[in-house]
Nanobody
Framework: QMQLVESGGGLVQPGGSLTLSCATR????????MGWYRQPPGKERELVAT???????NYADSVKGRFTISGDVSRNTVDLQMNNLKPEDTAVYYC??????????WGQGTLVNVSS
């Protein structure tokens, strides 16, 4: 069974940058879209950004102009470049892949902690 594996999280100071990466391991899966979600402490999981196989992107209003999603959905890879990070960006970030039939796969999550 295919798994999504995230990397790149960590501790960063406000105003700093981080890049998250996600790739698949094992199995076969043809995503329609891949993206990133996050779950801040004590809150529900929320959309951060998505990228479709046709290279369309979608961003949460809170990250527009600061975060950039990129990758190759046909090769099951997606990255998230995060600039000008703020304390409110602190969360566990999850990679997601959605198939054409609506099936969702999730990574195990990677912690991003924005703190001075």
């Amino acid at each position: 069974q295919m798994q999504l594996v995230e990397s790149g999280g960590g501790l960063v100071q406000p105003g700093g940058s981080l890049t998250l990466s996600c790739a698949t391991r094992g199995g076969t899966f043809r995503p329609y879209a891949m993206g990133w979600y996050r779950q801040p402490p004590g809150k529900e999981r929320e959309l951060v950004a998505t990228l479709t196989a046709g290279d369309s992107t979608n961003y949460a209003d809170s990250v527009k102009g600061r975060f950039t999603i990129s990758g190759d959905v046909s090769r099951n890879t997606v990255d998230l470049q995060m600039n000008n990070l703020k304390p409110e960006d602190t969360a566990v970030y999850y990679c997601n892949a959605e198939s054409y039939s609506g099936l969702h796969l999730w990574g195990q999550g990677t912690l991003v902690n924005v703190s001075s």
